[in-house]
């Protein structure tokens, strides 16, 4: 499998937001990952081909995931970022044809990883 090349991340104030593109290829659903030292690496949004979404507790209704299928790329919008969204944001894909939704944020699901783009937020 190709593997996902994430781009946009950088430094903004608390309250500002990012986009994240994740350019990828061919896959059956992507996710987004993030992780901080010495913590494991947490899905926090992901997406199918059929458009089904799911995200994590802690980004529900600031960070949307969305995705152009035409390009194979997806995409991170994040609203209103805290200081607390200070990570390494990864991005996954699979190409599995058969697939439990309910597992998406789990990091077990996913084949291929992206290098990482950093995020940070001030206070």
């Known amino acids: 499998q190709v593997q996902p090349v994430e781009s946009g991340g950088g430094s903004v104030q608390s309250g500002g937001s990012l986009r994240l593109s994740c350019a990828g290829s061919?896959?059956?659903?992507a996710g987004w990952f993030r992780q901080t030292p010495g913590q494991e690496r947490e899905g926090i949004a992901a997406?199918?081909?059929?458009?089904?979404?799911r995200y994590a507790d802690s980004v529900k209704g600031r960070f949307t995931i969305s995705q152009d299928n035409a390009k194979s790329t997806v995409y991170l919008q994040m609203n209103n970022l805290k200081p607390e969204d200070t990570a390494i944001y990864y991005c996954?894909?699979?190409?599995?044809?058969?697939?439990?939704?309910?597992?998406?944020?789990?990091?077990?699901?996913?084949?291929?990883w992206g290098q990482g783009t950093q995020v940070t937020v001030s206070s």
């Open positions: 997406i199918g081909r059929n458009g089904n979404t």
């Open positions: 996954a894909t699979d190409r599995a044809k058969y697939f439990d939704a309910e597992y998406l944020l789990h990091r077990e699901m996913y084949a291929s």
């Open positions: 061919d896959y059956t659903y």
